[in-house]
């Protein structure tokens, strides 16, 4: 079993930045795939970045490439996705998610979820 808790969201002007934080319990992060999604009001959760320790590989949704930036520390079992340049495109609900078996950038592929935590971008 896997528990994660999100942190890091709020409201923030356009070009401005934020760092999500994603906690992980129940085991190390490191063996599993995490990635990190958002869900704006009336739209498909969508896949924003995700990263793969056992293959070393990290993917990031067209839109947020140059801007974000997925990112682990193992010691605290966290992963962060670092966000600049934020714009009011970005607001949505994030989650953090993680699964076994691959990275995968379809959210019904993903096991276990984190409680979500808003970032609301203002022009």
């Known amino acids: 079993q896997v528990q994660l808790v999100e942190s890091g969201g709020g409201s923030v002007q356009a070009g401005g930045s934020l760092r999500l934080s994603c906690a992980a319990s129940?085991?190390?992060?490191?063996?599993?795939?995490m990635g990190w999604f958002r869900q704006a009001p009336g739209q498909e959760r969508e896949f924003v970045a995700g990263?793969?320790?056992?293959?070393?590989?990290?993917r990031s949704a067209d839109s947020v490439k140059g801007r974000f930036t997925i990112s682990t520390d193992n010691t605290k079992n966290t992963v962060y996705l670092q966000m600049n340049s934020l714009k009011p495109d970005d607001t949505a609900v994030y989650y953090c998610?993680?699964?076994?078996?691959?990275?995968?950038?379809?959210?019904?592929?993903?096991?276990?979820w984190g409680q979500g935590t808003q970032v609301t971008v203002s022009s």
């Open positions: 990263i793969d320790w056992s293959f070393g590989s990290i």
């Open positions: 998610a993680a699964r076994f078996g691959g990275l995968r950038t379809s959210w019904y592929d993903y096991v276990y």
């Open positions: 129940g085991r190390t992060v490191s063996t599993y795939v």
